[in-house]
């Protein structure tokens, strides 16, 4: 299976370059950064410890997604949505891992996933995974007399807050529940809030040095509270997550894909 990296020098990147040069059943067919970044021109191997190996990082997304069978993307919203559209055109799996997407992200995925299969998870581990379905059936076995917060902490580079897994997890505790996120999440809290709405769903986000990612999904009742917590040690779980993904997806009829399809949990 060809498979391409977009975003090839970024932290996730490098590390599902790694995954894919170590894999056996995988060959790496181009690797992709913006316009502009220090690492296109140069070969892949350097990015990954290694000598040369004669793929040049290009700047130009479009000879990648015509070739690929697959190609993985963790970078950015925009450019995850321009991507998107050359996957349909291409019809190139496309495994996103972007996180922060809003709307408008969402519906070009949701566009691209007519022409191609399209996973995207704002968390591609196996046991973040396990951890949303197990959230979704704990929240649906309280009352809300549970109060559930989600804390989450990650690294201090991380641009978007919440994390896109802790708004999954909110998610997951929502629909087990049978109530609307959007009006039961509270994202953050600062000054004289109130005392806390029953059946709130509340986020807290932590930032700081190199943490991978850690969440914690609370459950605190009348004199007893639950804690289920994922921690990830390192990035190699998302790179893991994602060629699984690749995999999967490959030959399948176009959608919109998540991790717990992959998975299967
Ligand atoms: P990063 O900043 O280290 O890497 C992003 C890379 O994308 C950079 O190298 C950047 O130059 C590149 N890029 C930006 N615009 C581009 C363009 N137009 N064309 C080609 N490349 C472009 O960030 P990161 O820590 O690797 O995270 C990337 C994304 O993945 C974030 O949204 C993060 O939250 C998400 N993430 C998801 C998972 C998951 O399991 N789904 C796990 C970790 C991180």
């Known amino acids: 299976m060809r498979i391409g990296v977009v975003g090839c020098a970024g932290r996730m990147g490098t ?46 997304p479009a000879p990648l997604f015509a070739e690929a069978d697959a190609v993985i993307d963790f970078t950015t919203p925009e450019t995850t949505t321009a ?33 191609t299969a399209v996973v995207r998870a704002p968390n591609m581990s196996l046991g973040v995974n396990l951890l ?17 917060e989600v804390v989450e902490m990650h690294h ?8 896109g897994t802790a708004l999954a997890l909110g998610r997951a505790a929502a629909t087990g529940r049978g109530v609307d996120f959007g009006t039961h999440a509270v994202l953050s809290r600062e000054g004289q809030v109130g005392e806390r709405r029953r059946g709130a769903i509340g986020f807290a986000t932590l930032r700081g040095g190199d943490v991978v990612g850690e969440h ?36 399948r009829p176009p959608g919109l894909y998540g991790m717990r399809d992959v998975l299967g949990v």
């Open 216 to 251: 914690t999904v609370l459950f605190a009742g009348p004199e007893e509270r639950i804690e289920l917590t994922h921690r990830a040690a390192s990035r190699d779980i998302f790179a893991r997550g994602a060629l699984q993904a690749a995999r999967w997806a490959h030959g």
């Open 83 to 115: 991507f998107a559209a050359l996957a349909a055109q291409g019809k190139t799996v496309h495994v996103v891992g972007t996180t922060g997407l809003g709307p408008e992200h969402e519906e070009a995925l949701a566009n691209a996933a007519r022409h």
């Open 15 to 60: 590390t599902v370059l790694r995954q894919v040069l170590a894999s056996g059943d995988l060959t790496l067919v181009g690797a992709v950064e913006r316009e502009g970044a220090p690492a296109v021109g140069g070969d892949v191997g350097p990015l990954v410890g290694g000598g040369p190996m004669g793929i040049t990082i290009g700047a130009d």
């Open 132 to 148: 949303l379905a197990l959230v979704e059936r704990v929240a649906a076995a309280l009352d809300d007399g549970f109060d559930i």
């Open 156 to 163: 201090r580079h991380k641009v978007d807050a919440p994390s």
